[in-house]
């Protein structure tokens, strides 16, 4: 991808698509909803699918329309680009999960396929029915071998999870370089920083020592090992972080919990990604596109979810992230 090339029409589509995204002011408007239904009309007035009367518990298809419809969008205006990778990887991944699991277990996993991976779901099991990779990115394929390899040796379906989110980290952090988009390229470093910040501070909440933490290190962020070695030793590991663009939501989040830890990291990258409000004609507004409709679908999934369970609005709204608009 040469960084000079320009894509007028594709960024103007997606300047006007932009205007349908929902603001924080209408998430939390959302919030404050008493019937789940209510929110679900306010989804529709900004175009997402109708949830057909009386089944308000089914809104995770319309969000599932929702983000493939992105996808396609984006497929569309920019077909030659491969960027898009970067998001779908892992919706494959997820997807290995499940067929890996189902395949050790003998339990039907289907209800946990997503749609809009890189690899036709069939194309997944026949590879892995087979164990033959050829067909499948030679990343993929090298995962799926150390999960096999790993539960051969130890009957741990834990350390299937934990060999394809490596490996889906490693996938998209190739794709991000292959693009040669800095903007891509540091949003992925960022995503890799704040899972493993993630898992610091899960780890060291659950008393787990520093080789438990190193089991699901992902590689690609700008952070160490050594730094989350060094913070792992002492008492006070916010002062290890404070050389980092991390510094301060680690210091915020440090000691409130794991969900409001998570909202930080949320409304750390999203700030990252309104820098493409600034540039034209690029790609970048594209990818930033793409990354705020996700994370649009996952707050207005907190919301519905929380709607469903009788969480009350200000719990809600605690938890509503920061939006693109």
Known sequence: MAQEKIYPYAV?????????????????QMADEKEVENCLRTLTEYGYESVPEGNAREFEKVLSAELSNTYAIIRELVPEEKFINIFLYKNDYQNLKVLLKEEVSGIDGSKYIVQGGTQPVEKLKKAILERNYIDLPETMGNAISEALELYSKTQSGQLIDIALDKGAFRQMTEAAKASKNQFAIGYIARVCDLTNL????????????????????????????????????????????????????????????????????????????????????????LIAYLYAKEAEIKTVRIILTSKLNHISSEIIKERVRETYV
Not at 12 to 28: D, G, M
Not at 251 to 258: A, L, R, S, T, V
């Open 198 to 285: 993630k898992s610091f501070l899960r780890m060291r909440h659950m008393n787990k020592d520093f080789a438990t933490f190193m089991t699901v290190f992902v590689e690609g962020g700008n952070i160490s090992s050594d730094v989350f070695f060094g913070a792992y030793g002492t008492d006070n590991p916010v002062e290890h972080f404070k050389a980092t663009e991390y510094s301060q939501i680690f210091e915020d989040g440090y000691e409130k919990g794991f969900t409001e830890f998570e909202k930080l990291c949320d409304d750390f990258l999203m700030n990252y990604i309104k820098s493409a409000k600034y540039m034209a004609l690029t790609l970048e507004p």
């Open 12 to 28: 103007a589509r997606i300047r006007v698509l932009e205007k349908n995204l929902l603001s924080k002011q209408t998430l939390n």
